[in-house]
């Protein structure tokens, strides 16, 4: 019996239109999470400590990895503080697909 890989099923669905559109709407939210993740890791920090850290739960910090909420500047720079890094938060032009 063969196994499906989510990354096989993710390609195939990107070829639909729709499925690309909704996927792309999502890019600035999976960005953050991606960025809250590598800021915990490369600390070398458990999801645990850093909510020590921020005197919060473990369950706030999986929300805020997951996507689950949308975090405010002053979380996301109590994060940082956590993690030992610096939160940065910039504006770039629009390109021509994403209008």
Known sequence: MSRTRVDD????WMKNPAYRREYDALEEEFSLTAALIEA????????EEVALR???TQAVIARLESGG???STRTLLR?????????????EPETAHQR
């Open 54 to 56: 921020m005197k919060t």
């Open 9 to 12: 099923l993710h390609k195939g």
């Open 40 to 47: 915990r890791t490369r600390a070398g920090l458990t999801q």
């Open 79 to 91: 994060y940082a503080k956590a993690t030992g890094t610096r939160l940065r938060i910039g504006f």
């Open 69 to 71: 909420t949308q975090p």
